[in-house]
């Protein structure tokens, strides 16, 4: 069975994705910053592994960092795959976009010249809808879909996520084209990620439901965006590993769109006693905190939008039948409740 290097393992998808590749049978070798975070890796996985499977023989560790060249070589010896999850991803943006951009983009290139390097030439690499959605709909076009491009001009291209992600994976396109042309590369374009963590290091995207179900905004903006399970992303990362129409395509991975408002109404339905809140902000007042905040000001075009995102490519290709975002939003509350972030 192949080898795999999956970089970003300690992350809430990369888990998901180590967790996938061992019970499909392969060979897990996984990277994380310091090796003191293999063994939550190891503990957050091995309750799901398959019986019969020996996760001992099934995952290993390197340490690697997406700023540094050493380790890279070694790491990539003998491996089959490339499956490049790590790239950062914050709450707030930093002061500085570069603490952001220089790692996601240098980080992929990194990786991707290694991998050349070393003759790998199955790379799967984790986008995001963010190097899609920066971009103005044609007034005839209702969704987003895998053939548009984040404008990094446009106000909402210019936040520093979305930024990192679509000049990162920019770099790998150029760079496979230009320098790199055995290398079959496939991109997976996630919306906002949402499904119950393997255990209580939990990425960004579920602070969302967190936030909501503490109450902490008295009123909701009208944004609208995608959702995708967590378990579903992982298995369209893995599924694409053998599957030769998934070269050189970018994929998004949607279930379906939610608003702000949506997405409360389920919490306070199985939570009624929570602190959610269900009220929509007018929009002045949104643009009104625009004025004292870049990230708000970033969204105002999006505010109203239904910001669709096609999944037909996924389903096309990969034969998607993707987990229904409210049951994506009611486990991540559930692991909330359960996990004792939230009291109740």
Not at 53 to 71: M, N, P, Q, R, Y
Not at 85 to 100: C, G, H, R, V, Y
Not at 316 to 323: D, E, H, N, V
Request: net charge positive.
């Amino acid at each position: 069975m192949k080898k795999v290097l999956l970089t970003g393992a300690s992350g809430y998808i990369g888990k998901h994705i180590a967790l996938e590749l061992i019970n499909q049978g392969y060979e897990v070798r996984a990277s994380v910053r310091s090796l003191n975070r293999a063994q939550e890796v190891k503990d957050a996985v091995a309750p799901f592994v398959t019986p019969g499977i020996d996760l001992a023989k099934k995952l290993t560790f390197v340490e690697l960092d997406l700023e540094k060249d050493s380790g890279w070589s070694a790491a990539l010896n003998g491996i089959d795959v490339l499956m490049h999850t790590a790239s950062p991803f914050p709450i707030a943006s930093p002061k500085n976009e570069d603490d952001l951009i220089r790692p996601a983009v240098q980080g992929t290139l990194r990786a991707l010249a290694a991998a050349k390097d070393a003759g790998v030439k199955r790379v799967v690499l984790t986008s995001s809808n963010a190097a899609v959605y920066g971009y103005d709909l044609p007034k005839d076009v209702v969704a987003f879909d895998e053939t548009m491009w984040t404008d990094v001009n446009l106000p909402i291209g210019k936040v520093a996520y979305t930024k990192s992600k679509t000049l990162a994976e920019m770099a790998a396109w150029d760079y496979v084209k230009k320098s790199a042309q055995d290398i079959q590369l496939t991109t997976i374009n996630p919306v906002l990620v949402l499904g119950a963590p393997l255990d209580n290091n939990f990425g960004s995207s579920i602070s969302v439901v967190e936030r909501i179900l503490q109450g902490k905004d008295p009123l909701l903006p009208d944004l609208r965006f995608g959702i995708v399970d967590v378990k579903d992303v992982a298995r369209m990362h893995v599924q694409s590993i053998e599957n030769k129409a998934t070269f050189g395509e970018r994929i998004l991975a949607c279930s379906e769109t939610l608003s702000f408002i949506d997405i409360a109404k389920i919490l306070k339905s199985v939570y009624p006693k929570s602190k959610t809140k269900t009220g929509k902000a007018p929009t002045f007042l949104i643009k009104f905190l625009s004025n004292f905040d870049g990230d708000i000001k970033a969204v105002l075009p999006l505010l109203g939008k239904a910001m669709i995102t096609s999944n037909a490519k996924a389903i096309r290709i990969l034969g998607m039948k993707f987990i229904p975002a409210e049951v994506s939003v009611k486990d991540s509350a559930a692991f909330l409740f359960k996990s004792g972030a939230i009291k109740g």
